[in-house]
């Protein structure tokens, strides 16, 4: 099989040649020149110059030269570079054409805010964009991977490493204790949209609308920050560009916990079953994976479009895990009537076919009996496999090889807007999209699968569910200009329906395993009543209108005021409609005084309100279905309905309302620019399944709105030219978010009382299942880690805890706070140099301090409890566990600090200078998270900001590592980039 | 210029109105689920909506649910923490104690199971009393003598509770505490008011429901345990209740004791009141998961691996002769896989001298943390069957006839401790089991002799505290007199739960019991 992939891969590339060649049969001619600084006439390096509407171009040497292969019927080119204003110049007869550049109009650059642009330096809000050629590089397997580290204030991680398991997104930390924390993803004005569906090839820039000044024009969902993704265009010029870009990636195993090996276990007191094997070892391999994008672009004066193909192969580094995914996007825009119409099509198409595997293999690798074969016949052996009969012990290899569980996801993004210019200044503007997406998990354990299929004699499982949401938007724009005042005004009307229907079924007992999940009707279950079956349809709709003006006063001050009034179907029949005012304004203080050595010092303050709504439609209804049992009635069983939930018929948006604070600046001719923020958020009516008193309630929870969290942090973001010399560039970015507090000020409200703290996140089978470790408590921080106190063991093995309360007993009310899981600061630190004509090199270092984790291996595998068949821990061989002999209990011994430093990510390329035919060249070696400094013991330090114990989620449960993690990995990656 | 741009705004207007009908319309639409409002439209939607009452019983048997609170607090069962398996924070262990907490799930899950029921059973007679659905009286008093048997419960568990009958109440109601002694006086009117309007029929259409007798079998509890809930002894009132089920000739013991627990024993003429668990209709009976050894799993072909927890104290196994066929009410002794093979246990510990082939034995080295895997007699009372999956077909009996035999001897004994009657009775159960007669009775012979019959029928700690038992030392725990932090649970005159923390958090008329 892995022959046909290489195969696959050169046959691929070789079409990609002949391609590249025949392109080559179009004239070109060789423009050069010299870009240089207006002012003192210094030469630019590292200038960028493009082909006009193409991604044709190249960037200047450190005599500030370039030399570009110019297709024929470009017309001019881009010039541009960081800190000057970008020029334009019409290609004449010449084949010289040098430019002299000025500094300081940066500020021309335009950001993507909501329903709209804005250039930078009218941007009063906290928007933070980060542009294509900056994003990270090497195997990204999400979208959200190319943020990672680069916006201060956005977290993104992903315990583990493996390529299925979605990135959490965090917008300023925890901004709600309730609903949904992710940011809204926004993809070319589609609300909703999943991230993952995109091609991350295919995207130009993504802008975060960070405070609530610039988010409340997305009223009910923006409560957690926006995040605004603009595809690739293609562009008004008289040919097409190709473009393709591939890479393979090796990825390994970097991180796993410290286990006993055969000889070791063996010594510690463990039974010799003779083999030796190292779990970790056969349980893992070097994921290949191999990646294929390639784009056309172009258009004529009235047409323009892209259209692109990308293929991903990403295999993971556990065994029969990873998935194949092919992206196909067009994007196209016709002029019409004197180019007052403008029409754009987009269309996305997204199959993705995943081996999720089981996580529950990384468990059981880790306590397995390393003396144990892999294979075995006879006595302990089933399948083929070795296999041992205790509690929670499996081979890990059978667990991935006997059982698949594969997920399939369609996506089908389609949109169609249409813009008229009604006049001169006033556009109007409908937009309509649709947005399909389609999940079919399959399951199937073997029967021989010791683990969970031999006990149902082959178990199959298929779930499919299925979302469609529309959008249709209506607005209306108008730009005009009075003495020294541009005024900007939008209105619009958004409705957007969303549908989410699925079946179910489950069922065992097969006579062969061939069938797989392909013929359920085949299990006995269903003849013996034990099958499932289930189907599902839950809709619900928003309805929002909304406005928003500006004001720009002589380029000094500025000012944005924006209110949607949205309503959710999910809302209580009293409070369906809400209201969400932004509104923020800017001065620029450059403009007022004159400062030697500062370019540019721009204030701004933002106050706006977001909110969120419930995940679960209905909520606030009183509705009846079945329950999970029939009732015996006369001999018969017969179904029994009842309510579902309790009824809130109050239920309403959870609202955010904040303040941020924050200074633009730029000094010494632009060398150092960047900007400090400062925000104060307050979340309220947090929407919370809350204890309930049974009766008057029918359940004991009620979904509710109460509470108030405040938190507030600081953001830097520095960009300095540090140096810039003839052959050498250095060009570091620093991002940094220093979280200042979390305080849960108060759960309660006049209706509801929370009592004092809720104790959550179960530690988990075997044994500590009533072991909570997190405590949620008013008037204390979130994040909090709960527990015993641990001092030492006595002379008989036993436990000691501290007696936190002195009663001269150790019960539970001896547990303290032991440590907290959420970050104090995080940095992400981005060093791109470019030297010796054509080569990159860009390091990016990314760190987060100061938060704990919950060492879940630790707390479970490092004491010798049964030492005789589950291995254990390495450091559990430590003289101070020689006489234990009690259970394991959680206390702050396996609390650990996991603040970390990474090289996450380090690429060095080379560009052909002279790349003859092709417009571009360029070939790179990535390099992904290749070193971790840090003092954590488990698996990955990544911050965990949400817990998931035996199905179970606990949105709170901040800090605990879990014993499935799936191992970390480096990756090293080769890539090509050619433009044609 | 301005024409044009009008009629364009128009146009635009125009579009607009189009879907101006549902431009604001935020109605939910509903689809897998229907609302309160549509619902009872039909017998058949009635009929499904009272089954919910019912269902509410099948948590008694939940891991930390009643059969918990009964059983794991009294010397018939224990659930060690053997090695890393069972510790689960420590609560098993303290229900073994009699050290909870009022944070404890053995504390909590009951109150849910109890006032969930109650919440339902209000609910239904509110729906009912608000429809003109025919029958509906019959319905009430059923649904309003279920509710009185969820409310003994809380009697015996908690003692003073808050008495609910409402369902139409505003949402931030929170009732108050009622005495223990209110709490006696309105389970016993409830059932004295409803009994006469429940059916007298004994059978299937009154199998697994409130009947008549059953609502006496609920009244014979509460006056026999009487002088416990109020300080008056109520002993020919429980006689009365029980010679209502006696004298009605409706009831019988069956031949084979097992009769009335193997997966088919359903419509047992034993059965006063049952659970009609079944894997597919009736789920929650799963004490073949939390008994079973891991490697039992080859013995019955489980469809899952069993948890390895509860078994049975070695003394309350030795009360048993060795004659009495109830003694198989236990799993003991060396075990083997289906096809005749010896069932290993993969992880049998160093210490253990029983070796590699699991070998239930019904000493107990200690309450944890490591008592072995394979120790204690395990429960075998409700047959399993081969190819179980978790969710067991026998069904459970709340009330049954042998225990109805021996609460009347009780009480006549309790009156006259010569009655020829009651000796008779107990020997009436005995001879059933294969075992001599008495030929007198003590308190101890009767209180052996209910433990032998009812073990593992969720009766063990009601009986102990009735025979004055409850705070004795036994295996692993000492007695409570000489161990207690807070003395007052422990008065004789008490012995009740404390109100779950969640409780009292969420209900500020509540009051916590004396003692915690």
Redesign the interface.
Known sequence: MKLKVDYLLRSLLALFVVIALSSASFAQRTITGTLSDAGDGEPLIGASVLVSGTSTGTITDFDGTYSLNVPEGATSLEFSYTGYATQTMDIGSSNVIDVALSAGTVMDEVVVVGYGTQQVKEVTGSVASVDAEDFNKGNITSPAQLLQGKVAGLSISRPGGSPNATFNVRLRGLSTVGSNAEPLVIVDGVPGVDLNSLNPNDIQSIDVLKDGSAAAIYGTRAASGVIIVTTKTGRSSDRSNITYDGYVTFDNRARTVDILDASQYVAAGGTDEGSNTNWFDALTQTGISNVHDLAISGGNGQTSYRASIGYRDVQGIAINTGFDQLTGRVNLTQKAFDNRLKVSFNLNSTTRDADEGFDYAFRQATIYNPTAPILNDGINSRGGYYQLSAFDYYNPVAILEQNTNKLTTRTLLASIRGDYELVDGLTASVFYSQQRESERRQTYYSKDDQWIGAGRNGLAEQILDNDFDQLLEVTGQYETNFDNVNMKILAGYSYQDFSDDGTYMQAGNFVTDAFGVNNMSAALDWGQGTGIADSYRFDSRLIAFFGRVNFNVDDTYFLSASLRREGSSKFGADNKWGLFPGISAGVNITNLTDMAGVDNLKFRVGYGVTGQQPEDSYQSLSRIGPLADNFYNGGVFVPAYGPLSNQNPNLQWETKSDINVGLDFAFNDYKLTGSLEYYNTTTENMILPFSVPVPPNLFGFTLVNVGELNNSGIELLLNYRAIDNDNFTWNPTLTGTAYLNYDLVSLSNDDFNFGSFRDISNLGSPGQNNTPTVRVEEGQTLGQLWGFNYEGLDDSGKWIFTDNNGDGTIDTEDRAVIGNGIPDFEFGLNNSFTFGGGWDLNVFIRGIVGHDLVNTFRAFYETPNNISSYNILESGTASEFANFSDAPQFSDLYVEDASYVKIDNATIGYSLKNPGKFSRVRFYVTAQNLLVLTGYKGVDPEVRWTDTVEGELFKLGIGIDRRDTYFATRGYTLGVSLGF | ?KKI?LS??LI?GG??MI?NQ????????????????N?YQSDE?F???L??A??SL?GYLGTVGPIAAQEVSSDELMVP?R?????????WRRVHLH?W?S???VISVPW?FC??G???C??LIFTLESSSQPGGEAFIAELEALRAFFYWLLLDYYGNVPI?T??D???????ATSSRQDVFNFVESELLRTAPLLSTNVD??T???MNYYVAQAILAKLYLNAEVYTGNARWSDALAACDELVNSGKYGLTGNYYDNFNPNNGNSPEAVFAI?Y???????FNIVQQTLH??S??TYQ????P??GWCSLEDFYNSYEDDDVRKSNFIVGPQFNLDGSP????????NDPDGGQLNFTPEINEL???CLRQAGARVGKFAYEVGQ?PDMNNDFPIFRYADILLMKAEAMWRMNNGSADALALVNQVRNRAGVDPFASLTEDDLLAERGREMFFEAHRRTDLIRFGKFNDEWFGKTADASQA?DPGRFDPEVRIFPIP????????NLVQNPGY
């Open positions: 210029m741009l364009k705004l635009i579009l607009l879907f549902s431009c604001t319309d935020l109605e939910e639409d509903i689809y897998s689920e229907v609302l309160t409002d619902f939607e009929t499904a909506a089954g919910a019912y269902t099948y923490t090695g890393q398996d069972w510790d689960d924070g420590g609560h050290q907490t944070e404890d799930p849910d006032y969930g109650i919440s339902t209000n609910r609910v409402e369902f109440v505003p949402a931030d109601f929170a009732p299937i259409s199998y697994a429901k009609p079944d894997r597919v209709n009736a789920k929650g891991y490697a799993q080859g489980l469809q899952a691996q948890w390895n069932a290993i246990d993969g992880g049998v510990e160093d944890g943390p490591n999956n932090p923390k969640g409780q009292l958090d969420a209900n500020p």
